[in-house]
Nanobody
Framework: QVQLVESGGGLVQAGGSLRLSCAAS????????MGWFRQAPGKEREFVAT????????YYAVSVKGRFTISRDNAKNTVYLQMYRLQPEDTAVYYC??????????????????WGQGTQVTVSS
């Protein structure tokens, strides 16, 4: 199985920035679609961003498009979520996710094969 470990969450003021990292263990990382989901208190877990196995294709939720960027470094088995101009509505637990297929669209539509433990992002107004 694959283990995913997120880091980089924290407390930030509105308008600020954070970069989340997700380190993956597993020999097939370069073949996996990777992405980020988030869950706010009392709400369903929602898609944020995904990318295909080589990082060439990306997908973003409308709510974050233009503010967040997903990227990956396959040599380091790591995926990132760079977040700019954070808003209080972005407050949530952010989860790294992986799917044992190369297509980031499939990860977005059908969900992951593996979840990370989550990292808290809190944006104050």
């Amino acid at each position: 199985q694959v283990q995913l470990v997120e880091s980089g969450g924290g407390l930030v003021q509105a308008g600020g920035s954070l970069r989340l990292s997700c380190a993956a263990s597993g020999r097939s990382f370069t073949n996996y679609a990777m992405g980020w989901f988030r869950q706010a208190p009392g709400k369903e877990r929602e898609f944020v961003a995904t990318t295909n196995s080589n990082g060439a294709a990306t997908y973003y939720a409308v709510s974050v498009k233009g503010r967040f960027t997903i990227s990956r470094d396959n040599a380091k088995n790591t995926v990132y979520l760079q977040m700019y101009r954070l808003q209080p509505e972005d407050t949530a637990v952010y989860y790294c996710a992986a799917r044992t297929s190369s297509d980031g669209f499939s990860l977005k539509e059908y969900g992951p094969s593996y979840w990370g433990q989550g990292t808290q992002v809190t944006v104050s107004s």
